[in-house]
T-cell receptor
Framework: GEDVEQSLFLSVREGDSSVINCTYT??????LYWYKQEPGAGLQLLTYIFSNMDMKQDQRLTVLLNKKDKHLSLRIADTQTGDSAIYFC?????????????FGKGTKLSVKP | NAGVTQTPKFQVLKTGQSMTLQCAQDMNHNSMYWYRQDPGMGLRLIYY???????DKGEVPNGYNVSRLNKREFSLRLESAAPSQTSVYFCASSSGTSEDNEQFFGPGTRLTVL
């Protein structure tokens, strides 16, 4: 079956690193995503990783993928108050027109000054 | 480019009333999606349209119908609203051809059914 799990809350201090974790169950997933939702807004893609990669870095964001444990993490370096949002992990088996996403419930990140 | 737009932004209905949520995208995307977001539940797919002229059920289709009017527009209809349909509804689109399948989301419609 397909299920994506995340912890619901994370609180960090400004300037610290944040690590948001996600586990998924479908080993055939080809793409894994991190989306960000700011209050009152829709979701915005932050980054994604293809299943044949272990790590992807994009400025302050680092994504780590452990396929053996079906574990995905998002690290935000030097976390700022503007990073406060809900972060969703999502998986997709297919690209292109068959690319339905399965979302986790979201992790609410609170950044304290 | 406006991206994905949704109307209305807010709506209050009485039980049994009907309404249509509108969604349009100007990115020439093939695929479009309707999700609902409920507290503690994440996003759940209601219906999707892989390409113009096709629609398919998602995880929670009961109580909803959709129409892919043309390539730009994908509407969601509630024929007889129920309090359980109180939620925030998001429309999304994706190119349907790119490998990464990035989905672009609208700002959402907050629906309350009394």
């Amino acid at each position: 079956g397909e299920d994506v799990e995340q912890s619901l809350f994370l609180s960090v201090r400004e300037g610290d690193s944040s690590v948001i974790n996600c586990t998924y169950t479908d080993s055939s997933s080809t793409y894994l995503y991190w989306y960000k939702q700011e209050p009152g807004a829709g979701l915005q893609l932050l980054t994604y990783i293809f299943s044949n990669m272990d790590m992807k870095q994009d400025q302050r964001l680092t994504v780590l993928l452990n396929k053996k444990d079906k574990h995905l993490s998002l690290r935000i370096a030097d976390t700022q108050t503007g990073d406060s949002a809900i972060y969703f992990c999502a998986e997709s088996k297919y690209g292109g027109s068959q690319g339905n996403l399965i979302f986790g419930k979201g992790t609410k990140l609170s950044v304290k000054p | 480019n406006a991206g994905v737009t949704q109307t209305p932004k807010f709506q209050v209905l009485k039980t049994g009333q009907s309404m249509t949520l509108q969604c349009a995208q100007d990115m020439n995307h093939n695929s479009m999606y309707w999700y609902r977001q409920d507290p503690g539940m994440g996003l759940r797919l209601i219906y999707y349209s892989a390409s113009e002229g096709t629609t398919d059920k998602g995880e929670v289709p009961n109580g909803y119908n959709v129409s892919r009017l043309n390539k730009r527009e994908f509407s969601l209809r509630l024929e007889s609203a129920a309090p359980s349909q109180t939620s925030v509804y998001f429309c999304a689109s994706s190119s349907g051809t790119s490998e990464d399948n990035e989905q672009f989301f609208g700002p959402g419609t907050r629906l309350t059914v009394l």
